[in-house]
């Protein structure tokens, strides 16, 4: 096995799970549930008011 330091894989990994280049990042103003409307932050994949997937993360 080829270890490239002295963390494990999986902690390189998880820490590597950061928002993806292709989801498009919206203006503060701009992101709002569609379903009730509460603000949410740009890591956020579930609205914090209804807890459904926010736009960004709803189809992938």
Same mark, same amino acid.
């Given at each position: 096995?080829? $270890?490239?330091? &002295?963390?494990? /894989? /999986?902690?390189? =990994?998880?820490? &590597?799970?950061?928002?993806? &280049?292709? *989801? !498009? *990042?919206?203006?503060? @103003?701009? $992101? $709002?549930?569609? @379903?009730?409307?509460? =603000?949410? @932050? !740009?890591?956020? %994949?579930?609205?914090?008011?209804?807890?459904?997937?926010?736009?960004? /993360? %709803?189809?992938?």
């Amino acid at each position: 096995m080829l $270890r490239t330091g &002295s963390t494990p /894989w /999986w902690r390189r =990994f998880i820490a &590597s799970a950061d928002v993806p &280049s292709y *989801v !498009v *990042v919206r203006p503060a @103003e701009a $992101r $709002r549930c569609p @379903e009730c409307h509460a =603000f949410y @932050e !740009v890591r956020d %994949r579930y609205c914090p008011g209804c807890h459904t997937a926010v736009p960004e /993360w %709803r189809f992938g």
